[in-house]
């Protein structure tokens, strides 16, 4: 069936680092890719997407960049800060029209 | 976001017990999602809605079920059938089916 796959798991960086969280979806009709941060306890926030007409998008300091052939994409964060620290959701939407999500990536940012 | 209110944040349920959580949204979204999240698992979809009066089954639909009689609101009633309803429940809305959604502050519902 359909799935996406997000990885790391876990990943831990020193501050200024970057980041780097990798996911690979499965249905060839997605065309939409949000990616989500959520800090302990609290709602997941939409902090940057993608939709399968573009390569990359950037916002500040962080980028998705997306291969629509091999069907992954990617977030990049660049100079992190302890405040990136928080748990990242990949998704991808299914022709459907609703998505998908991956497990999720725990990023540790430290000082 | 402010404008998807979850209620309420802490609930707890018996053994055989049905239960409803709310969402609201006043956005003046059509579409509306319930989702359930467990350590490790990601969010899951149980049931979602593109418009009014209609909704379909997600990926773990059993031992749920929802209505969608008003454009602000999407129940979702978590009955004795779901084994296992121990989790954190966020609700999600968005302006169309295509367009990003964006999530309430979650319910956390416990077995007692």
């Known amino acids: 069936g359909e799935n996406v796959e997000q990885h790391p798991s876990t990943l831990s960086v020193q501050e200024g680092d970057s980041a780097v969280i990798k996911c690979t979806y499965s249905d060839s009709a997605s065309n939409y890719f949000p990616w989500y941060k959520q800090e302990l306890g609290k709602r997941p926030q939409l902090i940057i997407d993608?939709?399968?007409?573009?390569g990359e998008k950037k916002d500040q300091r962080i980028a998705v960049t997306l291969n629509k052939t091999a069907k992954h994409f990617s977030l990049h964060i660049t100079e992190t800060q302890p405040e990136d620290s928080a748990v990242y959701f990949c998704?991808?939407?299914?022709?459907?029209?609703?998505?998908?999500f991956g497990k999720g990536t725990k990023l540790s940012v430290k000082p | 976001d402010g404008g998807i209110t979850q209620s309420p944040k802490y609930l707890f349920r018996k053994e055989g017990q049905n239960v409803t959580l709310s969402c609201e949204q006043n956005?003046?979204?059509?579409?509306m999602y319930w989702y359930r999240q467990d350590p490790g698992q990601g969010l899951r979809l149980i049931y979602y809605s593109q418009i009014v009066n209609d909704f379909q089954k997600g990926d773990i639909a059993e031992g749920y079920s929802v209505s969608r009689e008003k454009k602000e609101s999407f129940p979702l009633t978590v009955t004795s059938a779901q084994k296992n309803p121990t989790a954190f429940y966020l609700c999600a809305s968005s302006p169309s089916w295509d367009q990003p959604q964006h999530f309430g502050d979650g319910t956390r519902l416990s077995i007692l």
């Open positions: 998704a991808a939407r299914r022709s459907q029209g609703n998505l998908i």
């Open positions: 956005l003046n979204h059509d579409a």
């Open positions: 993608i939709r399968s007409n573009v």
